[in-house]
């Protein structure tokens, strides 16, 4: 509930003008509620009417995206970018494609990543765009096809100076390429317009890793300086088994904890030994196979169908991976009831309110999403600076400077926490470091920009 006059207005405004957008209020709501402390102690944001600016995104691009299958048929799906805001650089955000996307979603992770992309401390706006297009059993040949077209409308938005996408759910390396070469085809230009790049072709090193390697820096440093602790010895589960999960699971395991469970969309399996990671890799990133396959292979592991159970596993730490609200209020108090005592977010919004509540309310570490998964973004950017200094750093240039980056947000999020007198409320104090950057550049950069 809203404490906060203004704020109560913004928030009823957002519902009436997006009515039938769940995901996208959902987001609003969560930022809007950590504000309260910050805009009554700062009347400029409500003078300058900034929150109703930041709610609407400057721009919303739909479009159609027709292609034709390996059958010859002709397909059509609907394609979106929403270039959310860009304050402080160029609009930055993935690309997804998932048959689950629709404007409400696409709208969520854009307003998402504005404040994601501000907690990195890089130049960076809010974008994020994708399709309703399922790459489930499509041939390379369809991808490939579909991509083009998907990118023959999109080059029309994007640049390196105005909105460079990247990767999410469903968009790897290969749709990366597959976009690429068609943007280069269409513009005769070679710049870092896309992230995510082939090694070959400007991309960075450790892009790949980073996200999943930079939600284990986060929640090392919050396990180092909030509870004393460490991943040492600890029981992990995660959810997904995509780019995310993958490099969670890695980094996790180096830092000497134990990896019992992953998922996809199908089930979980659950491997009481640790999780066998290069036979992980093998069935997802090589044979791009159901999960299944994981147990077929191990003797150790068993395989239950459905997500859900993934979280009543006894755990220490849970990291869900996967996607938005797969981790509901009856998952939060089965975690909890079986001594989980942190759980730091990989996937964009994969707590819902309630287990949020739940976590905040029995003292478990939660650290959200913008905070816990922005170095992808943060790795993005950096291949965004490579690119302009025509350069490639090594391997480990990159990944301390990941690790830089995530200390840097754990370290904003918590100060801004105690300025906001919620002390080690992350979430609140997230939302508020990435507002205080965007909105102050608003300000400064006048109504009628
Ligand atoms: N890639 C990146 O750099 C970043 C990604 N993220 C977020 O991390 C999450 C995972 O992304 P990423 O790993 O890149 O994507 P991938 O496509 O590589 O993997 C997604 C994983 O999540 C599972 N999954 C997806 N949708 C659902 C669903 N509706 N129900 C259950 N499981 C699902 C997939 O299972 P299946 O294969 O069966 O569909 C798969 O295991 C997303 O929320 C994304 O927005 C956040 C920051 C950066
Ligand atoms: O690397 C990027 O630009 C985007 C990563 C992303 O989509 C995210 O942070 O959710």
Redesign the pocket.
Known sequence: MFKNDYLARVYAQVEARNPNEPEFLQAVREVLESLQTLVEKHPEYEKNGVLERMVEPERFIQFRVSWVDDAGKVQVNRGYRVQFNSAIGPYKG?L?L?P?VNASVIKF?GFEQTFKNSLTGLPMGGGKGGSDFDP?GKSDAEIMRFCQSFMTELSKHIGQFTDVP???????GREIGYMYGQYKRLRNEFTGVLT?KGLNWGGSLARTE??GYGLCYFTQEALQCMRSDSFEGKTVVI???????IYACQKATELGAKVVAM????GYVYDPNGIDLDLMKDI?EVRRA??VEYANAKESATFTEG?KGIWTIPCDIALP????N?LDGESAKALVANGCTVVCE???M?STPEAIEIFLANNVLYGP?KAA??G??ATSGLEMSQNSLRLSWTFEEVDERLKGIMKGIFHAAYDASVACDAPGNLMVGANVAGFIKVADSMIAQGIAY
Do not use: M, W
């Not at 998922?263 to 199908?266: F, K, L, V, Y």
């Not at 991976?321 to 938005?324: E, G």
């Open positions: 993935g997804r998932h689950s992770l489930k990247a990767g999410d759910i469903g968009v790897g995510g980073a996200t959810s997904g088994s995509g780019n995310v999960a998922s996809d969309s199908t997802k159901r999960i997500c991976c996967a996607t938005q797969e990989g996937a964009n994969p999403a998964n922005a992808g973004v």
